[in-house]
């Protein structure tokens, strides 16, 4: 079956002239797919039951339902969805007051290896479909109400540029979703949403043991590159730093950044770290942190601490994983 989850108006149009529906017909299932959040065909009411029994030999909504729910005591959710072609995937569910955010994974597993992230160390398995990432924002945006979305979950955005572009147009579009580019972070620069970097040590030789994407991406490079866009007024730029205690916390590697982001309108977000098996890398304690994030703001450069949520469902940053979901098999 094909999902109609992912096709935008144009394509829309093309299912509606083969089913013998009116034009407008595509103006109706973009309605019911992503404003109304529909999990089936049956819930198009206003299509005539006979569309809507030809449609479904050939076409069915896509939004597929999470195989397993945990529930964090800080009420973050984490939920396990299996993608179009059978795989699985992890997302996550983070509640804060009147805010509601969904962290999206774009890949099943991850290429780039980061030596701190237990995603990496799954290996890569495949691109997430256009319909595999708006049926996680479908289904949660219809449990839970989301205010925000972020697109970090499993996977590098930057190495499914295609669908995760399409997936932005769709989100963002009046005939989509029709949510402000304003409330999703993603990191890639093409796109109008809010721009997240993983920066994590601001030395050339320091960064590429921790991510190996540094050789193709040297973050020099990239923050040469950001200096031609501006940040001044709505859109957010912001690096994500994972402090380890001992490795990247030290008054020196605070100069550096400094000098790095010097002149750059941003933000800097420190991230602890959640302990992954086999590798032999610290959190820095809470008072490190402080003293990193201070020393940081006193000169000049904007920085928070971003409260770690999910960690007793291993929900928290560089935690999700689907390995042993695979190994079950």
């Known amino acids: 079956m094909i999902p109609l989850l992912g096709h935008t108006l144009k394509e829309l149009e093309g299912v509606a002239a083969e089913l013998g529906m009116p034009?407008?017909?595509?103006?109706?299932?973009?309605?019911?797919?992503?404003?109304?959040?529909?999990?089936?065909?049956?819930?198009?009411?206003?299509?005539s039951k006979a569309v809507r029994e030809r449609m479904k030999e050939r076409y069915e909504v896509g939004v597929k339902e999470p195989l397993e729910r945990l529930i964090s005591v800080d009420g973050t959710e984490k939920y396990l969805f299996p993608t179009q072609n059978g795989r699985f995937i992890e997302s996550v569910y983070i509640p804060d007051r009147e805010r509601g955010t969904l962290?999206?994974?774009?890949?099943?597993?991850?290429?780039?290896?980061?030596?701190?992230?237990?995603?990496?160390?799954?290996?890569?398995?495949?691109?997430?479909?256009v319909a595999d990432m708006l049926s996680q924002v479908s289904w949660v945006h219809r449990e839970k109400g989301l205010t925000n979305l972020v697109f970090m979950g499993q996977g590098e955005p930057f190495d499914n540029l295609d669908n995760v572009m399409k997936t932005l147009e769709i989100l963002t579009s009046e005939e989509g979703f029709g949510w402000s580019p304003r409330r999703i972070t993603v990191s890639r620069e093409e796109s109008e949403c809010h721009l997240a970097i993983s920066l994590?040590?601001?030395?050339?030789?320091?960064?590429?043991?921790?991510?190996?994407a540094e050789r193709q991406f040297a973050i020099a490079d990239v923050v040469e590159l950001l200096r031609g866009y501006d940040f001044s007024h709505q859109?957010?730029?912001?690096?994500?730093?994972?402090?380890f205690k001992g490795?990247?916390?030290?008054?020196?590697?605070?100069?550096?950044?400094?000098?790095?982001?010097?002149?750059?309108?941003?933000?800097?977000?420190?991230?602890?770290?959640?302990?992954?098996?086999?590798?032999?890398?610290?959190?820095?304690d809470d008072e490190g942190m402080v003293r990193f994030r201070?020393?940081?703001?006193?000169?000049?450069?904007?920085?928070?601490?971003?409260?770690?949520?999910?960690?007793?469902?291993?929900?928290?940053?560089?935690?999700?994983?689907?390995?042993?979901?695979?190994n079950e098999e």
């Not at 980061?114 to 479909?129: M, P, Y």
């Not at 994590?200 to 991510?211: A, D, G, K, V």
Request: glycine share 6%; proline share 2%.
């Open 103 to 129: 962290c999206v994974s774009t890949q099943v597993g991850c290429k780039m290896n980061c030596l701190f992230c237990q995603t990496g160390k799954q290996g890569f398995e495949g691109n997430l479909e």
């Open 247 to 284: 490795v990247n916390d030290s008054q020196l590697h605070a100069k550096e950044l400094l000098k790095l982001l010097r002149g750059l309108d941003c933000r800097v977000n420190l991230i602890r770290f959640h302990q992954i098996p086999d590798v032999d890398l610290h959190g820095t």
């Open 235 to 243: 859109r957010r730029l912001s690096f994500e730093y994972i402090v």
């Open 23 to 47: 034009r407008f017909g595509a103006k109706q299932m973009a309605q019911w797919l992503y404003r109304k959040n529909v999990r089936s065909v049956d819930e198009m009411t206003n299509l």
């Open 294 to 326: 201070d020393y940081l703001t006193r000169h000049g450069l904007f920085t928070t601490i971003r409260a770690s949520r999910g960690q007793d469902i291993f929900a928290a940053c560089g935690l999700l994983s689907t390995k042993q979901k695979k």
């Open 200 to 212: 994590h040590s601001p030395i050339h030789e320091q960064r590429l043991q921790l991510m190996p």
